[in-house]
């Protein structure tokens, strides 16, 4: 047999209980084991289901170990893992939480889930020095409009209509803090030095700025948007902002003229 067939017959048992035994696989007598094989099967499942209970701990703690290993082996039951490295294995969990039937009682779960999934990408980004305030202002003011921020290979925006990184941040300690946030909320998640750090960002103008900046805008497109949301947008402050978070890691100029 052809030993792609062999691998993908095989592959496919593992995460099927429904599937046949895969051809030449047996016992040392020769003979087909479906209960060995079984107990393969379940050793798979643990170590997946496990790989997520590690990189989803907030997802795990707020519906409980026995729900998320239900939850956890129907995923792992139509998801392989893409990379040998098992810390990269769920980037598709939280669309599936987001499906999932029994977890619609708790709306926020898959935005939590996003969260984390951005907190382990950020941990394992590629490392790069943050921009500073100070390097910020060797810009031409000319050109101030036309640049854009690139930001840190590690940070990336969470946009929930619900307080998922209140959420998140109540349960980063053994006993869990009580959540007075409410509504949506934009998380910036960065790691500019060695740790990973979760910002809520203030309501308004300034989650228009952030998501537009992260959405590749010029500084003066960003500006508009930012100010037809309010008036009284604080463009100084907002910039400032995101680069003492160090979200920025460097800038480009954009070729067009801004508008």
């Known amino acids: 047999m052809d030993i792609l067939v062999c691998q993908s017959a095989f592959a496919q048992a593992l995460l099927d209980p429904a599937a046949p035994l895969p051809a030449n696989v047996g016992s040392a007598r020769g003979e087909s084991d479906p209960a060995r094989f079984a107990v393969y099967r379940n050793n798979v499942y643990v170590g997946l289901t496990s790989a997520l209970a590690r990189r989803f701990p907030v997802t795990a703690r ?13 995923y792992a039951a139509s ?22 039937g029994p977890a619609r009682a708790l709306p926020y779960l898959a935005d939590v889930s996003r969260l984390e999934v951005a907190w382990s990408r950020a941990y394992h980004a590629a490392d790069a020095k943050p921009l500073s305030v100070g390097d910020f202002s060797a810009i031409d003011p000319a050109m101030l409009a036309r640049v854009k921020l690139i930001l840190h290979p590690s940070a990336s925006l969470v946009d929930s209509s619900y307080p998922a ?48 900046v992260a959405n590749g805008e010029t500084l003066g497109e960003a500006a508009i948007q930012s100010m037809a949301d309010s008036p ?28």
């Open 62 to 74: 707020l519906v409980g170990e026995e729900f998320f290993t239900g939850m956890a082996r129907v």
């Open 165 to 212: 990184g209140s959420i998140w941040q109540a349960h980063q300690s053994t006993e869990v803090s009580a959540v007075r946030a409410a509504g949506s909320e934009l998380v910036l998640i960065v790691r500019p030095q060695m740790q990973v750090n979760v910002c809520i960002l203030p309501p308004g103008p300034d989650r228009v700025f952030a998501r537009a």
């Open 79 to 100: 998801a392989k893992p893409r990379s040998p490295l098992m810390f990269e294995y769920g980037d598709t969990f939280p669309e599936f939480v987001s499906g999932f």
């Open 232 to 259: 009284s947008f604080d463009f100084g402050g907002a910039l400032v902002g995101l680069l003492s978070l160090g979200a920025i890691a460097a800038i480009e100029i954009s070729t067009e003229e801004a508008s």
